[in-house]
Structures are given as C-alpha cells and as structure tokens.
C-alpha cells in the first residue's frame, strides 16, 4: 500500500506515524513544501521573546528521525502542485532543483494547512513585514530583530497568535501598539471577557487600538514607518507584524474537485475522508463538527489537528478506525500575568445560532482563600435557558483558569447541564481548590437564575434602575457606580423601608456575593423587580 502525505507539522506527521504504526508493511511517504516537516508552532513566540532560547527546541522530529524510528519517507522543500484522481497519483515539484516528478499513491492525506491573510496593499512584502505561521516566518522575524535593533512594533491583530507576539516583543523591550479591526481584542471571547485582556495590557503599557483596521502601510527606502488606519490615524512604527487571521490552503483540493464545506474548509466525514474516500483532509485545511452549535466550522487548532491525523492515518492504513470526535474550540493565551481562555460558543455566537441563553459569573479564588496565595478568577458559564445544556464558557485570571476550562470542556463534550456541573465530584484540598470548586459556584448561580431565584444583569444593561450599593461604608467611599446609595448587607432588613418595592432595582457588590445575598432578602419582602449585577463591581471595572 502507498499512502502519501500533502504537508507535516501537526496533521501530515500525526497521521505518518500513525499509518506506520497501524501499517508496518506501507510505504508512506511525507512531501512538505517547507524546509521543516514538524516543529512546535504554538512555541514561535516565545522562541521570539528569548524564552525558548534554543531553535533545536521548537524542532520536534527531523526527516532524518523519522526515516530512522518509522522507515517514512520525508521530503521537505518539495511542493504537491496537482492531484490526478482518476490516475492515483501526484505532481511534485523539487523546490531546490525546480524538477518535476509523479508520486503514485492508493491513499492521500491532504494536511497543507492554512494560508495567513495578507491583505492585497502595497509595501505590505516590505523586509521588515512579517508573519508568523512558519519556521522560516519566525527566522527572519529573530534576524531582522537583531540585525536593526528597532524601538516600536505594529501588530495588526488581536487574537491568541496577535496577543502571544505583543508579550514577546513586549519582552524584548519594544514600545508595542495593537491594531484590532473588531470592537474589542480576542473576537472568540465576549466583549466583558475580553476587558480582563485589555486592562493586562494597559497594566504593561501595551498601546491596543480597537474598532479600526490596516488599511495602507507608509514606507520609505524600501521599509514600512507607518500604519494607517481606517480611521485616518497612523501609527509610526519600525516593524510589522500581520496576524490577522488564516483561511483554509483549499487550492489544490479545488482543483482537484473535492467537496469544501459551508465555512470554506474540506468537508469530511467522521474518519476524515473526503468526497472521494481514497483521499482524506486533516488539521486546518479542514471543517469539523462543532460539539455544541452541530455545525461544520473552521478549528484552525493544534489539539483537533493531531487528533485528526490520528484517524486519517489509521484508516488509511487499515480501512477501520475510531471516528474523529466533534470539536468545542478550547483555547487559552497568556497575556502577561493574565490566563484568558474560552471552550464552547460564546454568549454573542450563541445567539449567531439561534440559541436562546443565559450566563452566570462568578469571581473566587483559584483555591481556598484561607489558604496563602489564592489568586482571583473570572468565570463565565454560558447555558440554554429551556434545558440548562452547557453551551460554552470563559475564564480569566492567574493559577487555575485551564483547569476550570477543561473541566467544562470535558462536560461539555458528554451534553452536560448546569446540574450535572453542580454535582461533580472534583478533587479538594485547600492548597488545589476549594470545597465549592469555581465550577460548582458557576453552576449554582446557573441554577438559581433558571430557578428565577436570582435574576441578573450585566453593566452594559443598566439603565433607569435604582442602584444600590450594599458593601460596608468604607468600601463605597472608596468608588461606586454613579448614582448609586448604599445600604449596607448587615442593615438591609433594618433599613428596607428606605426603598420601593415597585421600583426596578439592582443591588451590587464587589464580585456579586453580597449582591445575591441582598436580591434574596428583598424578594422575600415583596420587591418584585430586583436584580443582581452579575459579577459585581469588579467584573463591570476589571482591573
């Protein structure tokens, strides 16, 4: 049997080493049009920021050690320029000597990944543009680095790879300014969310302009000083970093009129086959199965890649395998010494699909607060109104936010519900967690709000209600919300004639406790309108 693979990194080698193992007696054979076929490119900006000081570390195998270890034939700098599928075979080009050679195949795995998006402008090939998807991108970005020693970075884009690069530059000691076209940086995670990012760098002196994008770049003498915005600003600059996002490396699946999918990726089944079951698609260059939304999205994703070649390879080499598994896009960056991740939809994708939901939010610490070091998290859980179904979830902070992540990630995937989250039965010491974990808390404020025991509101929804304050005196004195008074928890019974009962009200705290606490004794006394601000004080204003 001949198996042959278009591309490595992720997908091509996880399916090479995984047919091999299945198949001792194939003859695979791995064509990568880069110069190297598996390197860890989640690790690139942190080899930028000096972190990762070796090169050798990001090369996770070489051609030469897995002609060794597997006897798979790894061609690098040899690019798939055809497919023939009625002949079984494809056109490969030598990038080195320009030759022109056909590679048989009976199965072909499709792994060539995703394109970064470079906008068509000018200037915009200038030698001191980059990106960052490849070994090569990451080399020339070091040399340019240390050969011109520049003071001020532009990066266009603010997701995970964006903010990843702004902390290594950042790092490095360069003056760093973010470009964000959408409103508000982390586009995956919801606007409240991604406030927790914003604030971490503004803390670090990080310039982030949201709410315009690239739209010209200024260059003198052959290199880019200039960013200019849609919205008529420039931002002076001696190097450039475009992370705008990625679209699926379709070309020679079009052309070879394989089926794509709704969101632009390959469409294939569950064993990654394509439209034509002799060929299969992995990683980036493919759709999957959402877990939650059931529809076929682009998961351009280091976890889901793997995974993929993991069953390509096997069915390939065998004809049987474990069918891949649906996707929730489970995702976390550092940003400084903020954790920010997301799993699932967010709440604004949610209703992109139809879905009728609520969240909950909760703000503990990581582990026991009597415990030293207990360090604050933000956690939003997202669920569907009518069946308490998980729909995705947020977390920001310092220790424990993947944790938390992968917990509901891991409900998730099973159709949990907010009660089944209630009832987990998590592991609890003092020094790991608490008795109430942060998963519990999360979904005991999901359940009361769809018991309609406790009803609340975020900050961007307050408008015409009374405010009411009920931190201690000294904790109000020291900031609140503009035209709110305060009653304190201890004298809320004692004073509730202050208030009327017929008045929408929302009562507030630091992080939301107090708050519930308050919105209970109330409507027990007959306030019929009040509601909580969910996360308090500190989740309107993070810090």
Known sequence: MKIVIIGGVAGGMSAATRARRMNESAQITVLERGGYVSFANCGLPYYLAGRIVSRDKLLVTTPQTIKQRFNIDVHVRHEVTGIDRAGKEVEVRNLQTQEMFTLAYDKLIIATGANAIVPPIDHVRAGNVFLL??????????????????RRVAIVGAGFIGLEMAEAMHDRGLAVTIIEKAPHALPPVDAEMAALAHSALKRHEVTLITGTGLSWLRAQDGLVNGVGLDDGRIVDTDMVFLSIGVRPNTLLAAQAELKLGPSGGIEVDRYQRTSDNDIYAVGDVTEALHGVSHKSVRVPLAGPANRQGRTAGEHAATGS????????GTAIVQVFDLSLGVTGLSQRDAARNGLDVD???VLPGHHAGYYPGAQQMYLKLIYEKATGRIIGAQAGGGAGVDKRLDVIATAMRFGATIDDLAELDLAYAPQFGSAKDPVHMAAFVAQNQRRDLAQGVIFSELDGQLLVD????????SGSLPGAINIPLGKLRSRIGELERNQ???????VGQRGYVAQRILKQNGFANVKNLKGGLQMAQPN
Do not use: I, N
């Open 133 to 150: 998807r490849s070994m090569e991108d990451t080399l020339a970005a070091e040399a340019w680095l240390k050969e011109h020693q520049p």
């Open 321 to 328: 395998a474990p069918p891949s598994g649906p996707v929730m």
């Open 359 to 361: 969240a909950s939010y």
């Open 470 to 477: 009920v931190r201690e005196p000294d904790e109000f004195a």
């Open 504 to 510: 929408p009200t929302v009562v507030f705290c630091k």
